[in-house]
């Protein structure tokens, strides 16, 4: 936890480019390491266009995480970020259990991603009248168990059994499993950053690499805290 706070002090610091291309290395590293199908992230950078930012480092960094990435929001200086990978998500979509879920919800009876993701990207749209709730089904879309998402949508987050990435209303163990191993990875990814041995090779044409960015400002480049949408 302390590389990550490390991480998370620092880079406000940073240019927008290796602010996001950081973060997404740290707190979508679940995803980046196929532990779930995909990590849901607040890019927030006050008085810019966060989400023009991203657009500029976005194939390069698609790239070289071998992910997919969707942006659910945008607006007042914050993006909503899905990054994904395309064969889990389409396999946690596909659950029964999911589909019957999505179709409560008003999703069209489609096991096409871009159909699902368009209809998710609406909802989030939507969301932003009044009188229309967050979207909570994209808890699907991040990899949670069916079960614990229709639990937080039928009781409204109360009755849990277990709080970690996501409120648990089934299996308590194998959650929590899996809740170490993604901390694992996003410490493993916030270290491998602190120590200057991970770089990305894109960012050459916008900034330098990880290491060299460190070495000219003489200080580390990093990702903010993400995995939530408080405040957006």
Same mark, same amino acid.
């Given at each position: 936890m302390c590389a990550i706070r490390n991480l998370m002090m620092q880079i406000q610091e940073e240019d927008a480019e290796t602010y996001i291309a950081s973060m997404v290395r740290c707190f979508a590293a679940p995803t980046l390491e196929g532990l779930k199908a995909g990590s849901l992230l607040t890019l927030s950078r006050?008085?810019?266009? *966060? !989400?023009? !930012?991203?657009?500029r480092v976005e194939s390069g960094l698609l790239r070289d995480?071998? *992910?997919? !990435?969707?942006i659910l929001r945008e607006g007042e200086g914050k993006a909503l970020l899905l990054v994904y990978q395309e064969n889990l998500l389409l396999e946690a979509v596909s659950d029964s259990k999911a589909q019957e879920l999505l179709s409560r919800q008003g999703y069209p009876p489609s096991l096409s991603l871009p159909t699902l993701l368009s209809h998710l990207q609406g909802r989030f749209d939507r969301q932003r009248s009044p009188g229309e709730d967050f979207p909570h089904e994209v808890g699907l879309f991040l990899g949670y168990p069916p079960e614990d998402v229709e639990g937080f949508i039928r009781d409204g987050?109360?009755?849990n059994l277990a709080v970690g990435y996501w409120k648990v209303y089934g299996n308590v163990k194998k959650a929590r499993r899996a809740f170490r191993a993604f901390?694992? /990875?996003?410490?493993?990814a916030a270290r491998a950053m602190l120590a200057g041995t991970f770089s990305l090779s894109f960012l050459g044409s916008l900034s330098c690499? /990880?290491?060299l960015e460190a070495q000219k400002h003489k200080k580390l480049w990093l990702p903010s805290g993400a995995n939530n949408t408080g405040g957006f």
């Amino acid at each position: 936890m302390c590389a990550i706070r490390n991480l998370m002090m620092q880079i406000q610091e940073e240019d927008a480019e290796t602010y996001i291309a950081s973060m997404v290395r740290c707190f979508a590293a679940p995803t980046l390491e196929g532990l779930k199908a995909g990590s849901l992230l607040t890019l927030s950078r006050p008085g810019e266009d *966060v !989400a023009a !930012a991203w657009r500029r480092v976005e194939s390069g960094l698609l790239r070289d995480f071998r *992910v997919k !990435a969707l942006i659910l929001r945008e607006g007042e200086g914050k993006a909503l970020l899905l990054v994904y990978q395309e064969n889990l998500l389409l396999e946690a979509v596909s659950d029964s259990k999911a589909q019957e879920l999505l179709s409560r919800q008003g999703y069209p009876p489609s096991l096409s991603l871009p159909t699902l993701l368009s209809h998710l990207q609406g909802r989030f749209d939507r969301q932003r009248s009044p009188g229309e709730d967050f979207p909570h089904e994209v808890g699907l879309f991040l990899g949670y168990p069916p079960e614990d998402v229709e639990g937080f949508i039928r009781d409204g987050g109360t009755g849990n059994l277990a709080v970690g990435y996501w409120k648990v209303y089934g299996n308590v163990k194998k959650a929590r499993r899996a809740f170490r191993a993604f901390r694992r /990875a996003e410490r493993k990814a916030a270290r491998a950053m602190l120590a200057g041995t991970f770089s990305l090779s894109f960012l050459g044409s916008l900034s330098c690499t /990880a290491e060299l960015e460190a070495q000219k400002h003489k200080k580390l480049w990093l990702p903010s805290g993400a995995n939530n949408t408080g405040g957006f």
